[in-house]
């Protein structure tokens, strides 16, 4: 215990260094309770505006001169007991210094003047201030977003197929721009905004082009057109000369087409590709099929597509030279589609993301645009195929080998087969059923695609040569193939007809249009059909729907007549 305590220093009692000294000093200046005895303090309450005296603090020293001295918020020398005194005032001031709680509501502790002053009340509430008025400039910009929202609601209704209205809202945008400009002249307010001008006007000349209001259409893209300010407006004359193209005004349409042509730079070489396609669509029109075929040559040297190779055989189909179009034709099989990879669409049902992104993706817009593509880019390369297989060789046979084979060394090989449907179809137009029949038996171990198309064709033929009993065999096969084929349907319903059962007849023709409402086969004959039930006013109604689609149908029209003297309704 000893050693412990020999390492303790204790403090001498006669220390002077006093650990509690100066607690209990303090500034007389700051005690609140002597408030009540000071009488200079007391003087200032009495005369309520009066200036505090010189005081001196308990240590001699003259109070802050930084600021003016301060009483309480009182005015009156007495206590308020509605509620505590909320500040101090100064001096020489008439107005309370406001708590920042409240100033931001518009209190202070000034009383409240009339209302018709726009200040405070005698309870110090508060008053609303009324919201400044919109500028002229304000006012106009408001307008022009309107004119915005009218135009992009044209744009949607031309977009969805409502043409009037779309045209309906194009010319209230445009009365409302106008009515701006006029403003802005009128008043000297800010400057002309060109960019909404052009994109009013624009819109106005497209909705017109979309109604078939054409010299409207034409007028409202010569203002843009005119105007110097607009730098880039000359390529507008593209849709003036497709205008003057759909009036067959083929001379105009060639003049807007070459003076947009030399408004596009070099480097927009897509776009003068385009007009330059338009302009040998023109010639061709006019019958110059040599300008051409050297406009679109060159289309397909700087930007080869799948239209401009068809449109270029045309040409040289009509100028007879064969050994070109073998080379068109060839040079066509060598552009590719660019579509991507179908693998994308590729499903693994195991693999739930792979479940929900296939289901996004397998019609979405792109899943549309390559379907659309790529039905074009077949029926170019069909159509050009059918075009010069009688043209290229000898005989029709050799020439439309000589393109199968040729296809088949391609990328579109997928198109063999229907190549060879056409040209079993081709047979059957000239006539020659033997060579139909045979080139299409061979297609009977092939996919169900093709399975289903030739076995339709097939019992079309042998319908036609009195055959029923074939007909009615492949059209089972091709039923079979494919249940939603209406050509099959209708083949079928045409063997059960030929074997007088009409009812059953009917039931293949009601099922065909169900699938293809537009199927005019299959509403002709099931008016036939009803016809021969005794349902005459249905057959009348069929045939009168069917003229609606085919107008001035002689038969039809027989058909019609015939129902008219039956029903006792001529």
Same mark, same amino acid.
């Given at each position: 215990m000893t050693g412990r305590l020999a390492n303790i220093h204790l403090a001498p009692e006669d220390d002077d260094d006093d650990l509690y000294g100066g607690f209990d000093e303090y500034d007389p200046t700051q005690d609140v309770e002597a408030l009540e005895n000071d009488e200079n303090l007391r003087e200032a309450v009495k005369t309520g505006y009066g200036q505090r005296p010189h005081m001196q603090t308990g240590r001699g020293r003259p109070p802050a001169t930084g600021r003016k001295p301060l009483i309480p918020g009182t005015s009156a020398g007495r206590m308020k007991t509605g509620r505590p005194a909320t500040g101090l005032q100064a001096a020489d001031s008439t107005l309370a210094r406001p708590l920042t709680s409240v100033r931001g509501a518009g209190f202070t502790a000034h009383g409240r003047v009339d209302k018709k002053d726009g200040a405070l009340g005698a309870k110090g509430g508060a008053v609303m201030e009324k919201k400044p008025e919109d500028t002229p400039e304000e006012q106009l910009k408001a307008s022009e977003r309107k004119v915005n929202e009218l135009v992009e609601e044209s744009v949607k209704l031309l977009a969805e197929g409502e043409k009037q209205k779309g045209l309906s809202k *194009? %010319?209230? *945008?445009?009365?409302?721009?106008r009515s701006i400009v006029k403003q802005r002249e009128q008043g000297n307010i800010g400057d002309h905004n060109l960019d909404l001008t052009y994109c009013v006007i624009f819109n106005l000349a497209t909705a017109y082009s979309s109604n078939q209001m054409y010299t409207q259409a034409l007028n409202s893209y010569m203002v843009i057109v005119r105007n110097k300010t607009y730098t880039t407006a000359g390529r507008l004359r593209v849709n003036m000369a497709n205008i003057y193209y759909e009036q067959g005004n083929y001379t105009q349409a060639m003049k807007m087409y070459r003076m947009a042509y030399d408004k596009f730079v070099p480097s927009h070489q897509t776009m003068r590709m385009k007009i330059a396609h338009n302009i040998a669509l023109v010639l061709i029109k006019t019958g110059r099929y040599a300008d051409a075929a050297n406009q679109l040559e060159r289309v397909m040297i700087e930007r080869p597509n799948f239209q401009s190779a068809l449109n270029l055989i045309l040409c040289h189909f009509a100028l007879g030279e064969c050994d070109k179009m073998k080379q068109t034709f060839m040079q066509m099989l060598l552009i590719s589609m660019d579509i991507g990879d179908d693998d994308r669409y590729f499903v693994n049902h195991e693999d739930h993301h792979s479940v929900m992104l296939q289901d996004a993706i397998k019609d979405d817009t792109l899943k549309q645009y390559e379907e659309e593509k790529k039905k074009n880019t077949e029926h170019c390369i069909v159509t050009a195929a059918k075009v010069i297989a009688p043209a290229i060789e000898s005989t029709f046979a050799a020439g439309f080998d000589w393109c199968v084979e040729a296809v088949r060394s391609s990328e579109y090989v997928n198109l063999v087969s229907d190549l060879e449907v056409t040209k079993a179809v081709t047979y059957l137009k000239l006539k020659d059923h033997r060579k139909a029949i045979e080139t299409l038996k061979d297609f009977e171990k092939k996919d169900s695609n093709i399975t289903t198309s030739a076995a339709t064709n097939l019992s079309f033929m042998f319908f036609l040569d009195g055959d029923s009993d074939q007909a009615d065999t492949?059209?089972?096969? *091709?039923?079979?193939?494919?249940?939603? !084929?209406?050509? *099959?349907?209708?083949? %079928?319903? !045409?063997?059960?007809?030929?074997?007088e059962d009409y009812a059953r007849a009917k039931d293949y023709y009601v099922e065909a249009l169900s699938i293809e409402a537009s199927c005019v086969e299959a509403l002709f004959n099931l008016g036939l059909a009803n016809k021969q039930l005794g349902n005459l006013k249905d057959a009348c109604q069929n045939f009168i729907k069917l003229n609606n689609i085919m107008a001035g149908n002689t038969q039809i029209l027989y058909h019609i007549g015939d129902m008219y003297r039956q029903l006792c309704l001529c």
């Open positions: *194009a %010319k209230e *945008a445009g009365r409302l721009e492949y059209a089972d096969k *091709a039923i079979k193939a494919d249940h939603y !084929n209406p050509q *099959a349907l209708v083949n %079928k319903g !045409n063997c059960s007809f030929a074997l």
